[in-house]
C-alpha cells in the first residue's frame, strides 16, 4: 500500500508563500490520483486540490483556486502544493493523500493519509 509523508510545512506572514511537499512509497506513483486535504481545529478534514495521474487535470477547491497550485513530478515520486497570497484563515494542518481514483471531495472516502504537516499564516 502506498504511504505519503507530507513536509514544508510552517509559520508565514498574511500575503506570503510556502510551498508543500509529500513524497510516496510502497506503489506506482504515476498511476496515483494525489490530492491535498486540510483541517481547521475541531472541524473536518477538507478538500483543497488533486491532481490526476493520466493527464495531470487538476481540481481546487473554491476558497484557494487561484492562489493555490498543485503539481506532481513523476520521477521523483512527489507531489507539491504552491501556495501564495496566504491568508490568516489558511492556517490547517495540510494533509496528503494517494488513490487509485479520485473518488471525490469527501475525506472519509480517502485511506492513504499522511500525518500532516502544520500551516501557520500570522495577521
Known amino acids: 500500500q502506498v504511504q505519503v509523508v507530507e513536509s514544508g510545512g510552517g509559520l508565514v506572514q498574511a500575503g506570503g508563500s510556502l510551498r508543500l511537499s509529500c513524497a510516496a512509497s510502497?506503489?506506482?506513483?504515476?498511476?496515483?490520483?494525489m490530492a491535498w486535504f486540510r483541517q481547521f481545529p475541531g472541524k473536518e478534514r477538507e478538500f483543497v486540490a488533486a491532481i490526476g495521474w493520466r493527464d495531470y487535470s487538476t481540481s481546487y477547491s473554491d476558497s484557494v483556486r487561484g492562489r493555490f497550485t498543485i503539481s506532481r513530478d513523476n520521477a521523483k515520486n512527489t507531489v507539491h502544493l504552491q501556495m501564495n497570497s496566504l491568508k490568516p484563515e489558511d492556517t490547517a494542518v495540510y494533509y496528503c493523500?494517494?488513490?487509485?481514483?479520485?473518488?471525490?471531495?469527501?475525506?472519509?472516502?480517502?485511506?492513504?493519509w499522511g500525518q500532516g504537516t502544520q500551516v501557520t499564516v500570522s495577521s
Open positions: 493523500v494517494a488513490d487509485l481514483t479520485f473518488r471525490g471531495r469527501d475525506y472519509r472516502e480517502y485511506s492513504s
Open positions: 510502497g506503489g506506482t506513483f504515476s498511476r496515483y490520483v
